[in-house]
């Protein structure tokens, strides 16, 4: 069992639709990272949280520490949205990957 | 505010030959990561350096793969030599001073898009 899981690995939604995206891990984290890596290939930080819930325009990002997981949701997603987003975990100084979930949201 | 750069963009050499990737972190920055992206393993961390020493080398593959840090705004990966199985995208990121992994994002750069042929 890989200690990070992401789920679902694809996901097609139509414009608009609400998004969300999970991540459950297996080990005691400092710190979990959502980032995303567009068809291009480069690679953007979204968010880093320990606890609670942030906000960034249209992403949501949440984590329940003690169930040990991680949601990123996209409301009012829009085909720029498309992409491969990647939840990451600090642990024991490195950063364990999921595999991605790779989104395409057409019009 | 410029961000990691990273040169070449996309490098295609046969195999054998000597790769070099450079790497100019973000000022300020004095954390810097050598990432590898491919379709089989995904993103594998190779090194980490904090303040241009390596800290953690444990995902470099084998003594082919060297890397180093001069200074705080240069880092290369070296490949000698190189093989077909090294094909993949190679990222570098930087982070600000604090706990690697913990408490501060990382800045990745374009990548580096590597065909061994």
């Known amino acids: 069992k890989n200690e990070v899981e992401q789920s679902p690995q694809n996901l097609t939604a139509q414009e608009g639709e609400f998004i969300t995206i999970n991540c459950s891990y297996s080990?005691?984290?400092?710190?979990l990272h959502w980032l995303q890596q567009h068809p291009g290939g480069g690679i953007v930080s979204l968010f880093m949280?320990?606890?609670?819930?942030k906000k960034h325009g249209r992403l949501i990002a949440t984590i329940n520490i003690q169930e040990k997981h991680s949601s990123l949701h996209i409301t009012a997603s829009h085909p720029r949205d498309s992409a491969v987003y990647i939840c990451?975990?600090?642990?024991?100084?490195?950063?364990?990957w999921g595999a991605g979930t790779k989104l395409i949201i057409k019009p | 505010d410029a961000g990691v750069i990273q040169s070449p963009r996309h490098e295609v050499t046969e195999m054998g030959q000597e790769v070099t990737l450079r790497c100019k972190p973000i000022?300020?920055?004095?954390?810097l990561f050598w990432y590898r992206q491919t379709m089989m393993r995904g993103l594998e961390l190779l090194i980490y350096?904090?303040?241009?020493?390596?800290?953690?080398d444990s995902g470099m593959p084998e003594d082919r793969f060297s890397a180093k840090m001069p200074n705080a705004s240069f880092s290369t990966l070296k490949i000698q030599p190189s093989e077909p199985r090294d094909s993949a995208v190679y990222f570098c990121?930087?982070?600000?001073?604090?706990?690697?992994?913990?408490?501060?994002?990382?800045?990745f750069g374009d990548g580096t898009r590597l065909s061994i042929l």
């Open positions: 990451a975990v600090g642990s024991n100084y490195q950063l364990i």
């Open positions: 949280l320990s606890s609670g819930k």
């Open positions: 080990v005691g984290i400092s710190a």
């Open positions: 990121a930087s982070s600000k001073p604090g706990r690697p992994y913990s408490n501060q994002p990382q800045h």
């Open positions: 350096f904090n303040n241009n020493v390596p800290i953690d």
């Open positions: 000022s300020g920055h004095n954390s």
